[in-house]
């Protein structure tokens, strides 16, 4: 989890002024580490491999920003 959280800029943070936009951001990032940890297990972790990578983190990050900044 630390390396994805390395990789975001502090800037994306404050974009938001939305009260939820950083718990739901934690809950992101920890789903994320959690797919990433499960494929290390094989078939054992998943019936079938996810490549949840990076990009599809930070897709992720820019939609619930959009999504969230609307709702205001």
């Not at 390395?6 to 920890?30: C, Q, W």
């Not at 996810?50 to 959009?66: A, P, R």
Request: glycine letters at 4%; a positive charge; proline letters at 1%.
């Amino acid at each position: 989890m630390e390396d994805v959280v390395s990789k975001i800029d502090e800037k994306a943070f404050m974009n938001s002024k939305h009260f939820g936009f950083r718990p739901l951001m934690y809950v992101i990032t920890f789903i994320h580490a959690i797919l990433l940890d499960r494929t290390k297990y094989g078939k054992i972790g998943w019936n079938v491999t996810y490549s949840f990578n990076f990009s599809d983190f930070n897709i992720s990050f820019k939609l619930l920003e959009l999504y969230l900044n609307k709702s205001l």
